[in-house]
């Protein structure tokens, strides 16, 4: 089966700019996954969704991110505008369902100078 | 709230050694426990999981990990390492209900 997919894989841009990241989970996979990855650190949620329901945005910025998830597939991840503070591997994961191991795409790796 | 720590940032090995990578967590209830490994530039890859049942687990590439309730552990393990292994090794805890929750992650080196 193909994996997660996530573009691009890296994306340089000045503060202030805005950014957005995209992602295409694995096939039949109702639960997808936004992780953002400091360097040095391991993954940390930013959004979980439940077909196009996101159930879990606690940890998301509301003032400058925002994700949708569009007939319950795709994804895209939107920073507006970004900080210096945002540089990190932006990862996207699905999963079968809630509970079910998460599978990862290989990141976007921003930078914001 | 769940937390994980791993208590060592860094670890080398002689390739052919053993290899023990520790994980603590604090969870509430009964937990859903992984072990992810990552290689430069790439996404997380799962090695195993533990949902219920026997608390020793097999995953890939030869690794173990023994579920330990009394020391809220779950140790990975592997009895020789191979130069191929030299990545970074996440332990991870969630639920059924609740995302997973992972730590700072160990970096696994290996030497000849």
């Known amino acids: 089966e193909a994996g997660v997919v996530q573009s691009p894989r890296y994306k340089i841009i000045e503060k202030k700019q805005p950014v957005a990241f995209w992602c295409n989970p694995i096939?039949?996979?109702?639960?997808l996954y936004w992780y953002r990855q400091n360097l040095g650190q391991g993954p940390e949620l930013l959004i979980r969704?439940?077909?196009?329901?996101?159930?879990?945005d606690s940890q998301l910025p509301k003032d400058r991110f925002s994700a949708e998830r569009l007939k319950g597939v795709d994804s895209t991840l939107k920073i507006q505008p970004a900080e210096l503070g945002d540089s990190a591997v932006y990862l996207c994961?699905?999963?079968?369902?809630?509970?079910?191991?998460?599978?990862f795409g290989n990141g976007t790796r921003l930078t914001v100078t | 709230a769940q937390s994980v720590t791993q208590p060592d940032i860094h670890i080398t090995v002689s390739e052919g050694a053993s290899l023990e990578l520790r994980c603590n967590y604090s969870?509430?209830?009964?937990?859903?426990l992984f072990w992810y490994v990552q290689s430069p530039g790439q996404g997380l890859q799962l090695l195993l999981k533990?949902?219920?049942?026997?608390?020793l687990v097999q995953g890939i590439k030869g690794f173990e990990a023994e579920f330990k309730r009394s020391q809220s552990s779950f140790n990975l393990r592997k009895p020789s390492v191979h130069w191929s292994d030299a990545a970074e090794y996440f332990c991870?805890?969630?639920?059924?209900?609740?995302?997973?929750?992972f730590g700072k992650g160990t970096r696994l080196s290996v030497i000849a």
């Open positions: 994961a699905s999963s079968l369902d809630r509970g079910s191991p998460l599978h």
């Open positions: 096939s039949g996979h109702n639960t």
């Open positions: 969704y439940e077909n196009e329901e996101a159930v879990d």
């Open positions: 969870y509430g209830a009964t937990p859903y």
């Open positions: 533990y949902f219920s049942g026997d608390t």
């Open positions: 991870a805890v969630g639920s059924w209900d609740t995302p997973l929750v």
